[in-house]
T-cell receptor
């Protein structure tokens, strides 16, 4: 079993809708969680980090963490075609040396 | 400030050949990482270096060696390339006290 699991999709949403991406993790040692966006042929780009239970908002992005359920999610409000990319979920214990990535969820925003 | 740079961007090797992938960062980060990314497998950690002079194995270290030359540079060497090492390789760095990584542009390696 992978440390971090994601639904690979593809996920398609119409422009202006809310896109919801989900991630589960198996290691209770994991403490820090990240969402990266990766455009085709490019490197991953960090868009959100979350360390404690609850919601964290940054512009159109909201990350949600539930450590009891070992669940992390990313909501993208008012989705734009430029949001079309693969979204990677990642976790790390507090040491920050071992990082575990999910396989990514492909998102397409339809104009 | 170039961030994390990687060379080369593309490389084709024949089975059994050797090569070194170079990575450098100008952000004064202590920790550096090498990942490979394969379709359906996500990013997998090959090796990491928590500080100059130290290296540790990640999830998939077999067939690779690394060198942390100085604080800026972290190289990945394939001694005898195999087709299973065909992949996109990413280097990343991380500042002290923060778990957030910054990635280089990647190297696309094909082994025939």
């Amino acid at each position: 079993q992978k440390e971090v699991e994601q639904n690979s999709g593809p996920l398609s949403v119409p422009e202006g809708a809310i896109a919801s991406l989900n991630c589960t993790y198996s290691d209770r040692v994991s403490q820090s969680f990240f969402w990266y966006r990766q455009y085709s042929g490019k490197s991953p780009e960090l868009i959100m980090s979350i360390y404690s239970n609850g919601d964290k908002e940054d512009g159109r992005f909201t990350a949600q963490l539930n450590k009891a359920s070992q669940y992390v999610s990313l909501l993208i409000r008012d989705s734009q075609p430029s949001d079309s990319a693969t979204y990677l979920c990642a976790s790390t214990p507090n040491t920050g040396n071992q990082f575990y990535f999910g396989t990514g969820t492909s998102l397409t925003v339809i104009p | 400030n170039a961030g994390v740079t990687q060379t080369p961007k593309f490389q084709v090797l024949k089975t059994g050949q050797s090569m070194t992938l170079q990575c450098a960062q100008d952000m004064n980060h202590n920790s550096m990482y090498w990942y490979r990314q394969d379709p359906g497998m996500g990013l997998r950690l090959i090796y990491y270096s928590a500080s100059e002079g130290t290296t540790d194995k990640g999830e998939v270290p077999n067939g690779y060696n690394v060198s942390r030359l100085n604080k800026r540079e972290f190289s990945l060497r394939l001694e005898s390339a195999a087709p299973s090492q065909t992949s996109v390789y990413f280097c990343a760095s991380r500042p002290e006290g923060s778990p957030e990584q910054y990635f280089g542009p990647g190297t696309r390696l094909t082994v025939t």
